[in-house]
């Protein structure tokens, strides 16, 4: 067997990785899976079924990579050739090219109110990289800002900025650190009373939230249903037969051929990850245990074996491509 170089193996990866990613976006766009999130991450929907959701509070086809994030780049579908509009699926390469960032996944729902609906703008995005090299909220609450700057001229025009609708960018990271597995965090605009006792309605501020759910073991059960529900989804581990009982016998999920087609294509492209990701891993490693004892940092080598984020900080401190 010839042994991939590092350059090949990278490539590899990539488009694994690529593929994978197009598949967890696929079946994050379910409407049941949909629904389980919105019940789970949002205060606008605890309150009702699963079902309810899905049945009624969508109000539209999910839209997969296809949506610009920075306000100087094109959509897919609207990316214009001189005067020409052309198809939005041939335009992966440019966003190569120049860099386009694209949602993964956008949609609408609307929650029943008290006096009219509640109408939310959705984002939800799958983060495979648990260390992108700054902290992952950040990006969350600029896509929240595009979100709602964006609602100009289609929402609201002149000054009528109370339509503006409430935005949530949530964030499913299948593979955190250690410290972090099996948690999800809430971040929100809040109003704080520095002096003065007036208060104004809570939805004149609450207009953004950013979710972090970061997932951990299939097995190992939680007291939060959703992160019982993407720890299997998700689970590199679980075979694809087990996947489709517990999702209908906990979840109430029923398995669709096209459903069950994502989850084995997930499920494949894990392996095949996993198995690149120890052979790259391994030879990382090599070379700064390598490195370090050629430094005399000897204690660093030792922390390195053990400890997941000291060795990528080391890494970098000494120019090792990961």
């Not at 993964?104 to 799958?126: M, S, V």
């Not at 190992?220 to 999702?247: D, G, H, M």
């Not at 894990?270 to 430094?295: M, N, V």
């Amino acid at each position: 067997m010839v042994r991939q170089t590092g350059i090949a193996q990278t490539i590899d990866m990539a488009a694994d990785k690529a593929k994978y990613d197009e598949c967890a976006k696929k079946i994050l766009t379910y409407e049941s899976i949909i629904a389980w999130i919105l019940k789970s991450c949002t205060k606008e929907f605890s309150q009702y079924s699963v079902s309810f959701i899905a049945k009624n509070c969508i109000q539209e086809k999910p839209v997969i990579s296809r949506k610009a994030v920075h306000q100087d780049q094109l959509d897919k579908d609207t990316r214009l050739d001189g005067d020409m509009r052309i198809d939005g699926s041939n335009t992966e390469a440019n966003s190569i090219k120049d860099q386009t960032v694209y949602y993964d996944i956008r949609f609408k729902a609307c929650a029943p109110g008290i006096t009219a609906p509640i109408q939310l703008i959705i984002n939800l995005e799958i983060q495979l990289n648990d260390t992108p090299g700054y902290p992952l909220v950040t990006r969350g609450f600029y896509y929240c800002a595009r979100m709602i700057s964006e609602q100009y001229g289609t929402v609201f025009t002149d000054e009528h900025y109370e339509k503006l609708q409430k935005v949530y960018s949530i964030w499913i990271c299948p593979d955190p650190a250690k410290k972090r597995k099996n948690g999800i965090f809430r971040y929100r605009t809040v109003e704080e009373s520095l002096f003065g006792s007036f208060q104004t309605k809570q939805e004149n501020y609450d207009l953004m939230e950013v979710v972090i759910l970061n997932l951990g073991d299939a097995y190992q059960e939680n007291n939060l249903e959703i992160l019982n529900l993407l720890n299997i989804l998700f689970s590199a581990s679980t075979p694809v037969e087990e996947k489709k009982k517990r999702l209908n016998d906990e979840f109430h999920i029923a398995m669709t051929a096209e459903l069950e087609s994502e989850v084995q294509g997930m499920c494949n492209l894990s392996d095949s990850l996993i198995d690149q990701g120890i052979q790259q891993g391994e030879d990382l490693l090599a070379s700064l245990i390598q490195k370090l004892f050629s430094l005399g940092r000897t204690e660093d080598a030792k922390r390195a074996a053990e400890d997941k984020e000291y060795r990528h900080m080391l890494m970098d401190e000494l120019s090792i491509s990961r």
